[in-house]
Structures are given as C-alpha cells and as structure tokens.
C-alpha cells in the first residue's frame, strides 16, 4: 500500500543477503525501517513486536530461515533455527505454517542449493500472501456493497480491532484489503479504530495507515465499541485472526471477544477476515487447546508516546505496588461470528463449511 504516495511492503528482501522490515514499534511518531542480516535478527523482530501480525511473523520467520540458511545450510541447522523462530511468539499459526513449509520444501534440495532456493520460497511465500490478502478483499468487498446499498449512500461505519492491516502482513491486510478497495471503489465508508490496549496497535497503527491511504477513521477507546453499536453506529465488525480452528473458533488480539458479544447482543454481523494458512485444523476447541500469549506488564503499567518536542517517551501509568496481567489473545467462540472472510469466499464458521471449501487442510491432517 502507499505512504505518502510510494508503494510500500511490510517486508521485503535485499538480495540475497537480508530482509527489511518496518519497525512497527515506532509508528506513528517516526518511520525507520530495520536491516535484518541473521537469524537472531530475525527472531528478536518477532518476539519484541518490531513486527507483528500472524502473515508477517510468518513471512518474517521464512527469511529467518533463509539467512540461517546463509551460515549453516544442514537440515539439522535449519531443524533448529526453525524451532528457534516458532519460540518466538506461540499463539499465530502462521509463524509455524510458513516454518514447516519452508522445511518441508528445502527437505529433498541439495544441501549446496539450500541458500538460493530457501530465498525463492520465502519470497514465494510473501507473494502468496499478498494474493490471497488481495482475494479477501474481493469477498469482503461484496459485504460492503450490500450495506451501501441498503444505506443509499450514507456513511457505512466498520468496526476494527487490533491492527489487521498491511503491516501486519506483507500488503493489504486481511481485515483492512476489503476497506482499501472498498475505499478505492468509491464507497463511502468509515471505520471505527479500536485503540487496542495495552500495545495501541489500532491507535498507533491501523490509524496511521487508514490515515496514509486516507481512508475516513475514528480512532475509539476499546470500550467505546458497545455503546456504538447499541446506537447504530456501527454496521459490521471485520477484525483479523491469529489462529481459526477446525469449528471456526477464532483467537484474535484481546478483547476481540467482547466486541463479538456485543456485536451478537445488538445484531451487528461479526465477520473475520482470514487467509488460509491461519486455519489450524489441528486444533478443535479454541478455548481449550490454542496456547495464550501472556507479555510483559510493563505493557499494562506503561503507556508510550511523542512529546511536544516530538520526542518518544515511556511513561508509567499504575501504583508501583499493583500486580498486572497481560494475556494478548482471546478466543471468540464460532457461534458468535457472523462468517469467516478467506481468499476462497465467505464461509461459514463451521466445520462442514471449512471442510467444504478447504478440503486440502483436513486432508493432512
Ligand atoms: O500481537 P499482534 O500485534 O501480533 O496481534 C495481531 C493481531 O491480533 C491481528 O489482528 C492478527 O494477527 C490478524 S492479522 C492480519
């Protein structure tokens, strides 16, 4: 997508010899963009969120293995780099899925020829990527006509969570992709930005890129959501996902779930946008069985931001006495999503439906 008019993507590479990334820990105050030339690099972007969102630490893990693969390209090496990466963060499946395919691929690869074909891939990967989040878009874009139908032009408001948009995968988004090109279509649109404490990805991301594509946005405290919707303010939910089991239940960013309550108590279609690779149908029961990534308080007990000066600051928010607690996802049971937008087409949060469209998952299993 664009900044300031010059395409951009979330990740990129140099040759053959490092990936450039966005460091996401600055936005909005100051861009910068991060070389990274090593694994270690690679797995530091991911764990301390310099990038984040499922498709990107997936991508991201992918060139972690190829610049692993730069130094060291046994299969036993790469075995272990790739354990390292999925250490990173545990609750985005992508992070494992882009992994295991790149593993899977480099398997029957002369050891000589790892390093080249590991670049090809990983840059398969992200083109893959970039598709399929350009296909969500198409279906969910069908879901915005019909409400601009119904509406006659009037504004229709969107509600979203987290940061589902292009940085959070290599372009586009997967939330954002059906915004952008509904945007791009003309339709008058609006879209509601949960701040998404306590990192702010909808705050000091999402906003910054509606704000670079000039999309209209609101920028909402999270729990300004309910009461929205109570007033009609809000025409549907779309938000990302990080990991979507075999039943359709869905684990998103906290407090993903007490919008799709609120959605459900006030008949607001709840739909979440989501590429293939995040489904894991190894996993049934979201609740019971996806791992929860707990952070740091320091996440809760600080807050940061740009001075007067402009310059980026830390503050502390809580008693220096208090305990905190900081689970980063939630799982928002299917029966509470309205239906699951993927690249093949709207589907409903179900099994069956899932089975139905992507056979070739199951199939594996
Ligand atoms: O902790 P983050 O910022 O990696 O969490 C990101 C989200 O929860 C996104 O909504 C999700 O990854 C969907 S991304 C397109």
Redesign the pocket.
Known sequence: MKIDGKSWRAIWPIGTEAAEVIDQRLLPHEFKTMRLTELNDACIAIRD?VV????L?GSTAAYGLCLAANCDSSHASLKVAGEKLCATRPT?INLRWAVERMLAHLQDVLIAEIPAEAWRHAEKICEEDVKINHSIGTHGLKLIREIEQRKQGAPVNILT????GWL??VDW???TSAIYQAFDAGINIHVWVDETRP?N?GAFLTAWELGKHTVPHTVIADNAGGHLMQHGQVDMCI????RTTASGDVC??IGTYLKALAAFDNGVPFYVALPSPTIDVSVDDGLAEIPIEERSGEEVAKISGADSQGVIRSVNLLPATSATANP??DVTPARLVTGLITERGIVKPERDALLKVFPELFAKS
Request: charged share 15%; with cysteine; aromatic share 4%.
């Open positions: 969120m984040r969102g499922a498709p630490i985005a969570h987290c940061n589902a959070a995968c988004g997967t939330a990192r990805q938000v990302g996902t990080d998103n960013k980063a996802f």
